[in-house]
Structures are given as C-alpha cells and as structure tokens.
C-alpha cells in the first residue's frame, strides 16, 4: 500500500513538473511596447475603412509598419477629416495619416513627413451626366453643383473655383454619393483612388477623365516634432526601400 501511495505520488510530482516545462515553453507575454496613436477619417477607402469592426487599409497597413519598425504598437482614432489637424495640434494623436494631401496652408499648422503616395481629384458624376468634362464644371454660366467632403482639398478648391455657393460638404464621401443618388448635387470631387471604390460600390455612377489636380499624401506630426518626424521618415525610407509599402499599396491598388 504505501509503494502504490508512493508510486503515485511520484507520478503526480512527474506530471506537475512535465505540465511547468510546457508552461515555461510558451512564448512569453510580450513585452508592453508604447503606443503610437494615428488620427484618421475611416470613409476613405482603399487608404482607410472598416471591415467590420477594424480599420484596413493602404494607410492603416503603413502606419502598423511604421509603428512597428519603430518599435511601437499602433492605435487608431477614427475622426472627422476636418479634426485631424486640431488632435495633431492638440497631441490628442500623434500624428495624422488619412490619404492627406500637403498643402500650403496645412503646413502652418503642422508638419508633413516625406510624401508616400499620391492623389488626384476626380470628378463623379451619374451615367448619363451633362458634364462630361472638368471644364463644363466651371464653364461660364454653368451652375452644376458640387459635393466634397468636408475640409478636403477637394473642398477648398471648389469653394475657391466655384464659390460656396455651388458646394455642398458632407461629412465624408459616402454622404455626398448618397447625396449623388438622390440627385440633390450634379457631381462629387474626391481624390481618384476612393473616387474608383465608391464608383465600384454604387452602381450607375462614373469617373470623368479628366482629373482636376495633383497632390502628394503625407503623415502629420504636431509643429516641432522633429523628434517623432525623422523616426517616420527614416520608417518611410527603409520601408519604401526593403518593399513593404510597395506591397501594401499592390494588396489595395490592382
Ligand atoms: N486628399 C484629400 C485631402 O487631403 C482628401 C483626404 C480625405 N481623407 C480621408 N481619410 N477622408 O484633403
């Protein structure tokens, strides 16, 4: 009887020990790295949108990179486009990434890394539409109006060409395409790339050819920053270098 106590208990002393060595085998918890928060307007796709509850994307695919290649973990703070630059301003966020074109009065306000893409604003227009070019947009007497996201490029140089009047902006692309439909504007400026994926996602709508302007997309940092700049931009250049970013844009870019 006491062999048989012993022999057990010698078991259960092997178990425990063999059940500690898979326990010591796992992986350890990683260790807690800072967070790098992006500020952006996830209605912007193929730069940023949601399949289902996450935010995808050329951008968010490149700023994950980024903050890991700096040894970060990457959050993201889906915003208004308009209130980006204030969180950069204010460090709500440290830095703003939302397909955001370099601009000269933006850069008052903050400081753009190198650019890592670039854009084009695009005229849609239902199938069928009148104008069929940029110029019956702002031809003389023409009174067509004009949907934009609020606080874009596109907006700006609208309301700069056509006057306030003309334009109507909603708080991100998919209102003024729904906007579209419902025939209460006659076209929408937005940048190319998500011009394509709207047109793609809403039937009977289609792209002008001829593009209204050229722009170059940047990451925002709060004025000063130097510090958390130079980081992105040597992120930029090595990412941009061993392919990374190349292949982030081809898996959303056909
Ligand atoms: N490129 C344009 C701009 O900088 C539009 C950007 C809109 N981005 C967005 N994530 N909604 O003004």
Request: glycine share 8%; with cysteine.
């Amino acid at each position: 009887m006491k062999k048989i106590l012993s022999f057990a208990l010698a078991a259960i002393m092997l178990l425990s020990v063999a059940l500690l060595c898979v326990s010591c085998t796992e992986p350890e918890i990683e260790e807690e790295k800072p967070i790098l928060k992006m500020g952006t307007n996830a209605y912007f796709k193929p730069y940023e949108y949601y399949d289902g509850e996450k935010i995808v994307g050329i951008d968010a695919e490149i700023a994950a990179a980024i903050a890991d290649y700096l040894g970060y973990k990457l959050e993201i703070v889906d915003m208004e486009f308009d209130s980006i630059i204030t969180a950069v301003k204010g460090g709500e966020v440290d830095f703003g990434m939302a397909g955001m074109t370099i601009t000269p009065d933006r850069l008052l306000e903050v400081d753009f890394s190198s650019s890592y893409a670039t854009g084009v604003q695009s005229i849609i227009v239902p199938a069928g539409s009148p104008i069929k070019t940029a110029d019956d947009l702002f031809a003389e007497g023409a009174t067509y109006k004009v949907g934009v996201q609020l606080g874009t490029t596109g907006d700006i140089y609208a309301t700069e060409d056509l006057g306030a009047d003309r334009v109507t902006a909603y708080p991100n692309a998919n209102n003024a395409v729904i906007a579209l439909k419902n025939k209460d504007i006659d076209c929408v400026i937005i940048d190319n790339e998500p011009a394509k994926a709207l047109v793609k996602d809403n039937e009977g709508l289609q792209i002008l050819d001829t593009a209204y302007a050229n722009e170059s997309y940047a990451i925002c940092v709060k004025k000063g920053n130097t510090e958390l700049l130079d980081k992105i931009n040597e992120a930029i250049v090595a990412l941009t270098k061993d392919g990374t970013i190349k292949t982030i844009v081809g898996k959303y870019i056909k």
